[in-house]
């Protein structure tokens, strides 16, 4: 015998027995469960990852639910794969590199485009533009201070290895100074930060040290000429690392070659060491801008003052050590002899120290410049500046000029121009067709 308790009934149990018909069942009542949306909206079910299936409130078991309510349910997803037109985008934006130290009006850190920056340096008011014209002409200013400083400090001390290490020295002990006081935010560096810079740090290096020797050996105007061909050097390694340059870029060039070459020919102080260290010099920096550009973009927090501080520091332990391998015997007989060709010893170390100093300061002001101006301004301020230093080094230090040498230095000044702005114009471009494929 069976009985049968329903739970909605307050009718006794039912009985029966074999002989009994069977209870139909079908008219039984049962209790309702909420219907659920998702599945009453059902069409197509599609075969979705595990991150987007849902489970139903009551029934506890997997179901399917349509793409589009998975991915609205998904938000967020790592799983999901993003729009065609975001992956454009992306591919867009690592094509889009350039081989420099990223500034700061490439694209700050809440994403500002060229092009802003462009329009933000031509709204300037009043006080901006005297801002302007000061940093330019402490910029110019510091910058002809070192260079004739420099030049003075090798002519009676011919040892730049040592001169260049003290200028490091005397940057690293002021970026000290402006951390320790608070005047300048001390970055957060971790030691990823520090291996990445091993590599920039060591190419300045190089740029640096064979700059120094190229001014003991040559002329100053002499080797600003031949340091005027580090656009040559750029498109050519960049062209080794797979990034080839539009053919006006190319053609832009050409003049910076024919002039350098035309002044080299007609130098009056020409020296083998002078011109190959120059170029060397140009190999380095160029190296170095593409080593950060590669190495260094994870680190956007860390500013360009900042930047170059601890590249002055790491550049500093690179170069001291072989600075007295190559000439340490030789300094203490230098010395002497250079201060008996002055009439007082401190005017040897002042100029040692002028141009420690007027070195990290033209840097620092270059940086404040780029913080303010557009990169086209920015290269046409550093196109006169080379001017500025040529000129103001002929009328100091009166070196011998001919006709052919001063045509040459002109041309390969105004193919740095072009090259500027050849450049310049051209990442306009490209970042405009970007904005145009996204929109």
Known sequence: MLSLQLPFSSSPPLRHTKTQSPINRSHIPRPRSTPSTTLTCLRAPTSLSPSVLLRHP?????????????????????????????????????????????????????????????????????????????????????????????????????????????????????????????????????????????????????????????????????????????????????????????????????????????????????NAQGLWTALISNVGFVLRNIYSKQSLQDFSHINGLNLYGWISIISLLYLFPVAVFVEGSQWLGGFQRALSALPSPWTFYWWVLLSGIFYHLYNQSSYQALDKISPLTFSVGNTMKRVVVIIASVLVFRNPIRPLNALGSAIAILGTFLYSQTTTIGKKENKAVAEKKTS
């Open 58 to 270: 009551t029934l506890r078991s997997r179901i399917l639910i349509p793409r589009a309510a998975a991915a609205a349910a998904a938000d967020g997803d790592p799983d999901a794969p993003p729009p065609k037109e975001k992956q454009a985008e992306g591919i867009g934006d690592m094509k889009d590199g350039e081989d420099s130290i990223p500034d700061r009006n490439e694209g700050d850190s809440t994403g500002k485009s060229v092009a802003e920056s462009e329009s933000r340096s031509k709204t300037t008011t009043p006080n901006n533009t005297l801002y302007l014209a000061v940093v330019f002409g402490l910029w110019y200013f510091q910058n002809v201070v070192f260079n004739i400083y420099n030049k003075k400090v090798l002519n009676i001390f011919p040892y730049p290895w040592l001169l260049a290490s003290f200028q490091l020295f005397v940057g690293s002990l002021w970026m000290a100074f402006l951390w320790a006081s608070r005047l300048q935010p001390f970055p957060r560096v971790s030691k990823r930060f520090f291996v990445a810079l091993l590599g920039p740090a060591l190419f300045h290096t190089i740029g640096h040290i064979s700059a120094c020797v190229s001014f003991s050996k040559v002329a100053v105007s002499f080797t600003h000429v031949i340091k005027a061909s580090e656009p040559v050097f750029s498109v050519v390694f960049s062209a080794f690392l797979g990034r080839f340059y539009p053919i006006h870029v190319w053609l832009s060039v050409l003049p910076i070659v024919a002039g350098c070459s035309l002044a080299a020919v007609t130098e009056v102080s020409f």
